[in-house]
T-cell receptor, first 112, second 111 residues
Framework: GESVGLHLPTLSVQEGDNSIINCAYSNSASDYFIWYKQESGKGPQFIIDIRSNMDKRQGQRVTVLLNKTVKHLSLQIAATQPGDSAVYFCAESVFNDYKLSFGAGTTVTVRA | NAGVTQTPKFRILKIGQSMTLQCAQDMNHNYMYWYRQDPGMGLKLIYYSVGAGITDKGEVPNGYNVSRSTTEDFPLRLELAAPSQTSVYFC??????????FGPGTRLTVT
């Protein structure tokens, strides 16, 4: 079965608001986590990643939080824009495994 | 750099036909991957390679074959197409085995 899953399949956000996308993982051995954005008809695009020795990492308008105690990962998008409408996937891997395990994805729709 | 390129973009196959999906990367990445994505679902790993001459099965390898004779190319072969193989296929590559870069995908329909 899936080792990475998402709490909500869809998320509707008002333009300008902050978005929070959640992800649960079950493999306690996972030590690398990554978020991808997939726009309609395109391949997944890297957003941000984090290793298990960190609990927070920030990028441009995005922040990833990792809570290893409850095996939870979240992606925060600040000031959500129409171009943020897409499917967001989290994925995990174990050190030296060289493979990513993907969840089903959350569809984010930005309302104008 | 062109990144990861895939051909063709679209293909319709009849049941029992064969085809090869092409994937190439120009980033000198050792790691390459093939995924399939069914509608509304995440990506499932079909095969992967950690370097030229080395391939291994992923989560859903049945009905597919791969080869990796060069660092740049990682073709995926479907020998006897079945309707269950209707999907979008993505190729990806990675320098370290962590962050993966994806191609634009091949949309395959088997009827």
């Amino acid at each position: 079965g899936e080792s990475v899953g998402l709490h909500l399949p869809t998320l509707s956000v008002q333009e300008g608001d902050n978005s929070i996308i959640n992800c649960a993982y079950s493999n306690s051995a996972s030590d690398y986590f990554i978020w991808y954005k997939q726009e309609s008809g395109k391949g997944p695009q890297f957003i941000i990643d984090i290793r298990s020795n960190m609990d927070k990492r920030q990028g441009q308008r995005v922040t990833v939080l990792l809570n290893k105690t409850v095996k939870h990962l979240s992606l925060q998008i600040a000031a959500t824009q129409p171009g943020d409408s897409a499917v967001y996937f989290c994925a995990e891997s174990v050190f030296n495994d060289y493979k990513l395990s993907f969840g089903a994805g959350t569809t984010v729709t930005v309302r104008a | 750099n062109a990144g990861v390129t895939q051909t063709p973009k679209f293909r319709i196959l009849k049941i029992g036909q064969s085809m090869t999906l092409q994937c190439a990367q120009d980033m000198n990445h050792n790691y390459m991957y093939w995924y399939r994505q069914d509608p509304g679902m995440g990506l499932k790993l079909i095969y992967y390679s950690v370097g030229a001459g080395i391939t291994d099965k992923g989560e859903v390898p049945n009905g597919y074959n791969v080869s990796r004779s060069t660092t740049e190319d990682f073709p995926l072969r479907l020998e006897l197409a079945a309707p269950s193989q209707t999907s979008v296929y993505f190729c990806a590559s990675s320098l370290t085995g962590d962050e993966q870069y994806f191609g634009p995908g091949t949309r395959l329909t088997v009827t």
